[in-house]
Nanobody, 121 residues
Framework: QVQLVESGGGLVQAGGSLRLSCAASGRTFSSLTMGWFRQAPGKEREFVAAVAWSGSSTLYADSVKGRFTISRDNAKKMAYLQMNSLKPEDTALYYC??????????????WGQGTQVTVSL
């Protein structure tokens, strides 16, 4: 079993930055693909970014490419999402997710509770 806990959300002005963190516990972290998803009010949950177990392969949603960076530290069992040039449309509940499969945009098995990101004008 894998437990995930997100942190780092908050309120930021448009153009600002936030760094989300995801702490993992349980089974071997270094074997997991880690992902970030988000869900805005009234919308479906959507994929944001993912990083392979080695950190060598990443995927990004088109809407965040060039602004967000996903990374991981296997020694600390942590995953991160650095978010720059934030826009009001980035406002959402952000979830950390994990799966014991290759890097992907869907099909994750483990989920955190989410951390709220609010971007104001």
């Amino acid at each position: 079993q894998v437990q995930l806990v997100e942190s780092g959300g908050g309120l930021v002005q448009a153009g600002g930055s936030l760094r989300l963190s995801c702490a993992a516990s349980g089974r071997t972290f270094s074997s997991l693909t880690m992902g970030w998803f988000r869900q805005a009010p009234g919308k479906e949950r959507e994929f944001v970014a993912a990083v392979a177990w080695s950190g060598s392969s990443t995927l990004y949603a088109d809407s965040v490419k060039g602004r967000f960076t996903i990374s991981r530290d296997n020694a600390k069992k942590m995953a991160y999402l650095q978010m720059n040039s934030l826009k009001p449309e980035d406002t959402a509940l952000y979830y950390c997710a994990a799966v014991f499969l290759s890097v992907r945009t869907s099909g994750y098995d483990y989920w955190g509770q989410g951390t709220q990101v609010t971007v104001s004008l």
